[in-house]
């Protein structure tokens, strides 16, 4: 059976980018695959945050996954600073990896930028630790979001540089990227990706009704009245679209028919009511999850994912020449 590991970052609640992007994919693969969900709190530790955040945060995020459809029984959900063989990993990897490579990254320029000096060298090494957390499971296929490509590109080519270097150990992952809704746009800009450090382009799944119905009635649209599939010409009503039918499984042809003659202003509180709808089951389930029954969950799929994890790892330190 096919192994599959994705993971998120507790940054911030999750968003619609999150659920489209990647969470929904879990959920169909859950059935037909062994999967490894994985809290990336690491990760979330190289830019400056709060430390009972990231603990709260953690946790309403595994919440919310559950919510939405992952299945503890199924899926195993863990958080990976639970498993310590990813740290092991990394290092090794670490002495592998370019420095020029990990430079070119685009989410590390992004992140120097916008933090320069706030932040040490997590912002760098982030693709390698994410290659680890792939590789320690020996994953065949990671589920993400455009945005995550070229670091698996990486990935890929770390595992291609290991298994030169020392000996054919690794799979080299395939990337799963969905096919429409690989990239959702911010609902203030259409050319920038949906993302929590912006939160006026951005739809967190569990905001409050209102505030979900400010933020798509605000949103952005282009000119002209028509509701009409055009991502070039029309990128903003384009993108409002996308997540329409992924919310509603009409296709694009229904929903220029349903809106024809209507305007922007209709379709938006046409779209709002959908993504209510939708998320309706999730909402009220997420309420009913306490912080000990989803710690228990996360501490079972610890267990689960640190005995793959070790094995691999106890392989690997013998053929880099550790023991
Ligand atoms: P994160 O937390 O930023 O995002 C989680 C997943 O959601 C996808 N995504 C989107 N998809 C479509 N449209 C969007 N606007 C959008 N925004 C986010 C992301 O592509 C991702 O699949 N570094 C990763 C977490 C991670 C990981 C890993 C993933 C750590 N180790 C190993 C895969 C494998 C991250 O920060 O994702």
Redo the contacts with the bound molecule.
Sequence with gaps: MKRI?????PSGTIQL??Y???IKEVIEMQNKYEVLL?I?DL?AQTVPYSPKELKEITLDIAKSLVALGVNPNKTILFKQSDVPAHLYLYWILGCLVNEGDLRRMHEYKEQKEKYKDEVGTGILMYPVL?AA??LIYNADL?P?????EQ?LELTRELARKFNKTFKKFFKIPEIYIPQE????MSLTNPYK???KSEPEGCLEIFEKEQIIKEKIMKAVTDSEKEVKYDPLKKPAISNLMTIYKHLTKKSYKEIEDEFKGKGYYEFKLTLYEAFINFFKEARRLKNKISNKQIERILNKGAIKANKIANENLKKILKIVGLR
């Design positions: 590991l994705t993971g998120i970052k980018g999150n489209l992007g990647m994985m990336a990760h994410m957390d792939i990671v993400v979001g455009k945005d995550q670091h809704t690989a990239k959702i990706k949906m993302s």
